[in-house]
């Protein structure tokens, strides 16, 4: 079997013990906001007693949040160096989660959910960077993939333990689980405290080479804008149907109940978690541009099984369809996160790597923002199966404009290789950085 990017043989890639703590650290953060992300909405209506729409502001507001947060945070990484950037946005994300759970007002909540979602969209892509500057780029495709597979485990870990303790009779658990979200952000800092020199070092500017100090700058880059043009797009057509048209239109003229929406959910998560490291062993070799493609293709399919879904009446065959969907759009998930993330790190010249990722991440927000603005506005119409007929065609214009990206790209850019870092022991992954 061909080895995967960044492997030597084995299952588990090779990557530095630095990206192995901060990925950790990934991990235990994203548990803390499984706890918390599927609730925000009944914390606000049913808790805090705000109305339908206020009670979606305030959720719409963490979103918003993001469109200033994304670029302030990759400025702050060129500045500061990514791993002081991502403490500051950590404990700012920590100041708004524990926030959340002191609110009793509309105007204390919407306050609590702006710092929340600001602290998080910095976080985002200083994270990036910082995962970036600790792996050669022949490794970023492995480095990547991972962190979404600890992502999602750790965000279904954590919605698990929260169905074992929020009660909307228990107004106190709601409370004791945003802490929990606060402190396990908090937990992550004083393991980047100890990352040091490393991310110093890796950040540091080439002197050889001019540093862009301005966004005008990055914009550029053409190559870096069809990829970000791209990644709108594909989260726009994906992840932003994902949670909210998806679950509409399953339970709605899909017929399925709230039961049969969570196990699906679970099969995604389940199969991101389970899956990922597979993906990644089988993309080896392959181009980044031809992944991506991939995922846009297993999209479509996704779309294609949910009109059918939609079509069969509810009962079992719907629910069945239903999780086949969301074992499909795990699949695109897997074949998705060792690409374009990578392409915008490697597009990134010294000391500009934080801009890239704020300009990424917003690719990103904006697709967030897109998806379920048109999603909501035809399920609201009735349009349905219009909608997801639509997004199947654009999946697939994605593909191509997928591959088409290719040929804009400079060499060495859109290869999943095998990395060039050395060998790593599976004791050394919890072994804190010096």
């Known amino acids: 079997m061909r080895g995967a990017p960044g492997t030597r043989g084995g299952f588990l890639p090779v990557l530095p013990r630095a990206a192995w703590v901060v990925l950790g650290g990934d991990f235990v953060s ?258 980044r541009t031809t992944g991506a493609a991939l995922a846009a293709a297993a999209w479509a399919a996704t779309w294609a099984v949910v009109v059918i879904g939609g079509h069969l009446g509810g009962g079992a065959a719907a629910e069945i369809a239903f999780v086949a969907a969301m074992v499909i759009f795990a699949l695109g998930e897997s074949l998705f996160s060792p690409t374009l993330p990578a392409i915008i790190n490697d597009l990134a010249p010294p000391g500009a790597a934080g801009r890239y990722n704020g300009l990424g991440a917003l690719a990103f927000t904006t697709g967030f923002l897109l998806g379920p603005a048109s999603g909501g506005l035809a399920l609201g119409a009735g349009r349905g199966t219009g909608l997801f007929a639509v997004m199947l065609l654009a999946c697939v214009l994605a593909a191509a404009a997928a591959l088409r990206l290719g040929r804009h790209l400079p060499p060495g850019v859109n290869q999943i290789t095998a990395s060039a870092a050395p060998p790593i022991q599976l004791h050394e992954k919890l072994i804190a950085v010096d």
Request: proline share 5%; net charge positive.
């Open 30 to 287: 994203a548990i803390g906001s499984g706890l918390t992300l599927p609730f925000l909405f009944i914390y606000a209506h049913q808790v805090r007693h705000l109305s339908y729409g206020a009670a979606g502001l305030v959720v719409s507001v963490i979103a918003l949040a993001s469109l200033l947060g994304n670029p302030v945070g990759g400025a702050a990484a060129d500045r500061w160096t990514p791993r002081r950037a991502l403490m500051a946005g950590l404990v700012v994300a920590a100041a708004g989660s524990a926030a959340l759970a002191l609110a009793r007002t509309a105007l204390a909540l919407f306050g609590a959910a702006s710092l929340f979602g600001l602290g998080v969209a910095v976080i985002w892509p200083a994270q990036d960077a910082l995962l970036a500057s600790l792996t050669r780029p022949a490794a970023r495709s492995a480095v990547f993939s991972v962190r979404h597979a600890c992502l999602n485990a750790g965000l279904g870990l954590g919605a698990l333990g929260a169905a074992t303790v929020v009660s909307v009779a228990h107004p106190d658990t709601f409370a004791a689980v945003y802490l929990a979200d606060a402190a396990s952000f908090l937990a992550f800092v004083p393991v980047l405290a100890r990352l040091g020199s490393p991310a110093r070092q890796a950040s540091s500017p080439d002197p050889a080479r001019p540093e862009p100090t301005r966004y005008r700058e990055v914009l550029r880059d053409k190559a870096f804008l069809r990829a970000w043009a791209l990644t709108a797009l594909i989260v726009t057509v994906s992840f932003g149907q994902f949670q909210s048209s998806f679950a509409g239109y399953a339970t709605r003229p899909g017929g399925i109940g709230t039961h049969g929406l969570s196990v699906a959910f679970a099969a995604n998560m389940l199969t991101v978690a389970g899956g990922q490291l597979f993906v990644l062993r089988w993309l080896g070799g392959h181009r």
